[in-house]
């Protein structure tokens, strides 16, 4: 081979190999990272791998609160997981809701209704019969699989409430139902409109189902 | 051939050989995720609807054995959950029941994963996190290099002072027409 050529080729393969050793550094951060904490591996916050979106130390911090908070064997963390502490009842958040609009919340309750097109958003039900709540993300922040469907989740964020009238709530209710693949019945709504309480999600922890 | 020439043929050629695997599936995925408002791109939706005897509108803990019994499921029930007054909400891992305790009708939907689409997705939407992360920051950088050897290939009417360097112009200007049109006009 032409020694010139011959350098060059040394050269380029001196840049691919300080590339795949990028790689491969990452790769063992990677592992390094997730290995100790089966939530994480199982999907949840690296904070490592997820600089961009969470505040790594803070995230650090309640990822741990979240591992020595949860019943064994653990949950799948979603987002920046829950921090440690009690949960309030559904049925108490939304009994009066104004007074914690805007305030961080953390509930638990059963996974009742999952979106299907985006998984940005999961709907907990609450303590009391017939009520729910909604944790929204954002898209493509956290995706919610369908799979987690009934299973327990603790959920925490911000309580947002979202004024309608009666055309807008009709207009939402309707879509969502759409993208559901459900039905929708207008006369549901009051006509004096309504207010849409639900969770700006910031992380969830969902526990490992009883069945499997 | 110039050594900086030869560098980016050299640079082109081999990380070009590694990209394609994961560049087809950016791409399909790309497609798939784009048109998420017509259909689930990871997902096929399985409805199917039945009648059982109508168990009537009763308190929850009374209609759900009834319910159960009617419906002898081969899975496991995860949650039941009494979503409205005449609706019992039944979840399995597989499938979520709707049932009309006044009229007896059963909604069964279930969320069938896409063979392939539904893993692909996973890849591009960076759900699990961790390992993939790091493939992907590298896959970028990778694609960078690409993009900034590729118009160095070759000289020339075909290359960057020709035809190439109109390609390239046109692949700027696009994205920049697009962004003004939508957002600032």
Redesign the interface.
Known sequence: MNP??RQ??M??MT??AA?LA??AL??V???A??DPDPA??A????PA??ASTCKSATTEAKAQSVSADLPAPGGDVYGEGVAAGDTMPISKLLAQPEKHLGHTVRVQG?I?GVC???GCWIEI?SDK??QKIQLKVED?EI?F???I???TAIVEGVLEGIPMTHEQACAFLEHEAECQ?ESFDRSTVPAEGITMYRIKGTGAVVLA???? | MS?FR??CR??HR??GFFAVGLTVIYAVSGVAVNH??DW?PS?E?V?NEWTIAAPGIAP?ETVSPLVLEQLSLEE?V??V?????DVL?V???SA?LDVNLASGLVRE?R?VPRPILRDVNFLH?N?????W???A??YA??LL?LALSGPFLIKGRKGLTGRGGVWMTLGFVLPIVVVVFEKYL
Do not use: H
């Open positions: 010139e050529l060059v080729d050269r380029s840049v691919i590339l990028i790689l990452g790769v951060t990677s592992d990272v997730a994480k591996a999907g949840g916050c690296d791998a997820c059963p009742v299907k097109s985006r039900a019969e017939m493509g995706v699989p369908p799979e469907m009934g299973q693949g189902s009883a069945e499997s | 050594k030869k560098v050299f640079l081999e990380l998420v408002e689930n997902y939706q409805r929850t496991p995860r949650n959950w009494r979503a409205t007054e909400r979840i399995t891992p979520t939907e969320l939407l759900q699990g996190k961790g390992l992360t790091w493939i920051d590298a950088v990778i290099l």
